[in-house]
């Protein structure tokens, strides 16, 4: 059977698979009004998915993890709580003005109870020494129940109106872990709707420069809507209902994802629908004959995509684990909005929404003499030669990563800008011990709670003084007793990090006193460590996930692994660069433990798209003309339209930049990149000369690779 039978004959095939039941002529009704009842019922639950977030620090920690069993623990001694710590500071020291004012904020810190705020529990003025002190310190308490993360910054605002700005040389901050989670809140607060608009703008921008139709932007964007609020209803109803975590990370990657990924399924759809118009008088079976071709690589994407995302649930950290459901649900009902509602709605506009450049039964199809088609001739002269030079380039690249430092960002580094309570933090440690305000917390059994206290006392990095263990303390709960003890080192600096560390040892070496040790700076500590375990887990994971996707789709073993290979090197490419421009560009300290793991599950599983796109499109027409044409013409029809797709989906997690948090503005800086290396020299260059240089083999096992054109069409 020739290629053009083939074709005359595939749209009455489509006609009656699957492909007919989303766009027939009646069918396409149907499905737009289900769409339309899902809309009506997910739309107000999507709303509510910001009050189902958990930020607080076990939705992010290690379930196993010693700090996480501590934290639990102390919840049975004392309401969940986190200091505030009011810093004073006049460098010539403090007045009796200051101390008097000092006073007065005190007693009226003690008379505030709202937003979790326990004032009467509060502490101070504790002064940096005794004789003409330059620095005083007053902690007040907030609890961090479930709706603590909402109200840190209300309470953070109600402290404020209390002891003011400081002026007129005393400086005043509002520091400690409750200063340092209010400005995280703050910088959370209006994620989803921030990157909402953030996202929806590159997707216009991008749509009108790939289709210059100001009407067909409105059809991908409303479906990549749709599905976005569904699964915000989905993902909220699972949070309510099924104990999934949600925390401000993967709602906002949530947004980025949806619409990255759906605009991409909808630019590859859109592609093969307008090649099929120019073929095809009735758009019905031209969506059909699109659907079609184009599904099993659309599907494909998705598969892999959510797959990969799956594989997150096996990872320790419970912020990680938690984004896998979320992410996979995200794409999941992208996936299905963009192969159902997206082409029932073009289908029930008809061709004007392709205006002003409507592609009419008979016209030319650009591409197959455009850029890209000229391009794919011109690496067919010395494919090998292209290939090792692309990669010799990329491995150079990816030397850039000597200067990557994935051990985690102190607070002060966690911002793009430099927030009250970062300050606050420096001023307090040029008078007070560093470590002050973000105690260790240590439980042990009460018989032996006195030799624990001693072991903790000394400990190098501790200060002895400021462990909190009266003699004969009575026994809280369960026959257990809980102090503190304040560190000489920044609470999340490495330096704590290892006195975290020798206080463990120390503590657990005592006979039969069942000690753990937690806090802040325990938590950062047992997250790095989760997190590379994460690391080596997951990685492999998702390759081989990969791996058996790309197998079942092309049926071959050399393609898929030579794919896996570029991706891997893309990825090592992506990551030297972008740790090049932290260091030297951006000028960031660091990136976060779980940077590295963020970014390949990203590039992997999204990156592998534009793979999957061409190398479908190759195999279908190596089916009928041979690997060699199959390959020059497989880059030449989905040139535009994976570049367009690229564009897009950098866009989008570029987005992530908008938020002024270190950790999301290099995951999206990251990502973005790794993208634009994979669409336009990993696709466009290296597969492309790969498959030209190994040829017909490249399909081992299949028969294709005994035989340049399959007499079956298969």
């Known amino acids: 059977m020739t290629g053009i039978q083939e074709k005359k004959q595939q749209p009455e095939a489509a006609r009656r698979g699957v492909a007919q039941l989303v766009c027939g002529r009646r069918s396409k009704w149907v499905v737009l009004v289900l769409w339309l009842v899902v809309l009506l019922v997910t739309a107000p639950l999507a709303q509510k998915l910001t009050d189902a977030q958990d930020n607080d620090a076990a939705s992010w920690l290690p379930g196993s993890a010693e700090s996480t069993q501590v934290l639990e623990i102390s919840e049975n001694f004392r309401p969940q709580q986190i ?147 569904t699964a915000q209803a989905f993902i909220y109803l699972l949070a309510e209902h099924a104990g999934l975590t949600v925390n401000g990370q993967s709602a906002g990657i949530l947004t980025v994802l ?76 992208g996936l299905l909005a963009m192969v159902t509602l997206f082409p029932a709605l073009l289908v029930i506009v008809g061709r004007w929404i392709f205006w002003p450049v409507i592609p009419h039964v008979g016209t030319d199809n650009p591409e197959e003499r ?119 080192a920044p609470a999340d600096s490495e330096a704590a990090k290892q006195t975290v560390e020798r206080v463990r040892d120390a503590v657990h070496a005592v006979p039969d006193a069942d000690a753990q040790v937690g806090g802040g700076t325990a938590a950062l500590l047992d997250m790095d460590r989760a997190t590379t375990h994460d690391n080596i887990l997951i990685i492999p994971l ?10 079942v789709l092309l049926r071959a073993l050399t393609a898929p692994l030579l794919l896996v290979g570029t991706v891997i090197l893309s990825f090592a490419a992506a990551l030297g660069i972008s740790a090049l ?69 950098a866009g989008t997690f570029a987005a992530l930049g908008t938020l002024p948090m270190v950790a999301f503005a290099e995951i999206g800086f990251a990502v973005a990149l790794g993208v634009l290396l994979d669409t336009f020299i990993v696709r466009s260059v290296l597969v492309t000369s790969l498959f030209l240089d190994v040829g017909p083999k490249v399909w081992w096992p299949h028969r294709l690779a005994r035989e340049e054109i399959s007499p079956s069409g298969d």
């Open 258 to 333: 949806v619409f990255g990924a759906g605009t991409d399924y909808a630019l590859l759809l859109v592609a093969r629908y307008r090649e099929e118009l120019r073929r095809h008088e009735d758009r019905h079976d031209a969506m059909a004959l699109a659907l079609h071709r184009a599904g099993p690589a659309v599907l494909a994407s998705g598969a892999t995509v959510v797959l990969s995302m799956l594989v997150l649930l096996a990872a320790e950290m419970n912020s990680t684990r938690g984004l896998g459901p979320v992410a996979a649900i995200g794409v999941a009902v």
């Open 542 to 551: 998702v390759l081989a996930v990969v791996m058996l996707i790309l197998a």
């Open 83 to 229: 200091p505030a710590i009011v810093v004073y500071a006049r460098d010539g020291g403090l007045t009796a003005q200051d101390r008097a004012a000092i006073t007065e904020d005190l007693a009226r810190l003690k008379q505030l109870t709202d937003h979790g705020i326990r004032g009467a529990e509060t502490r101070g003025p504790v002064f940096d020494r005794e004789a003409d002190p330059r620095a005083a310190q007053v902690q007040v308490p907030i609890t961090m129940d479930e709706q603590g993360w909402e109200r840190i910054g209300p309470a953070a605002d109600s402290i404020r109106d209390i002891v003011g700005a400081g002026g007129a040389g005393l400086a005043v901050h509002i520091t400690g872990p409750g200063g340092t989670s209010a400005d995280f809140a703050e910088a959370f607060e209006g994620i989803d709707s921030t990157l909402l608009f953030a996202a929806m703008s590159v997707v216009i921008v991008m749509l009108l420069l790939t289709y210059r139709s100001p009407t067909l932007l409105l059809v991908p964007l409303i479906s990549v809507i749709v599905a976005l609020f």
């Open 370 to 488: 455009g850029v890209w088609a000229r391009m794919g001739r011109g690496i067919a002269r010395r494919p090998r030669m292209t290939w090792a030079i692309t990669a010799v380039v990329l491995a150079i690249c990816s030397l850039g990563l000597i200067q990557l430092r994935a051990e985690g960002l102190s607070n002060a580094d966690a911002f793009t800008d430099k927030p009250d309570s970062i300050t606050g933090q420096e001023v307090s440690a040029r008078y007070f011990p560093a470590g002050s305000g973000d105690p260790l917390v240590i439980v042990s059994d009460q018989a032996q709670a006195q030799q624990v206290g001693r072991a903790v006392a000394g400990t190098p990095g501790v200060v002895p003084e400021s462990l909190g263990l009266p003699p004969g303390t009575k026994p809280l709960y369960d026959g257990k007793v809980l102090f503190e003890a304040t560190m000489t």
């Open 581 to 649: 421009a932290f260091r030297h560009l951006f000028d960031y300290a660091g990136e976060t433990t779980d940077f590295p793991l963020f970014v390949f599950v990203f590039l992997v599983a999204l990156g592998i798209d534009y793979n999957i796109f061409l190398t479908t499109r190759i195999r279908e027409e190596a089916t009928h003309q041979g690997t060699r044409r199959g390959v020059l013409t497989g880059l030449a029809a989905t040139g535009a339209v994976i570049t367009s797709a690229g564009l897009v989906l």
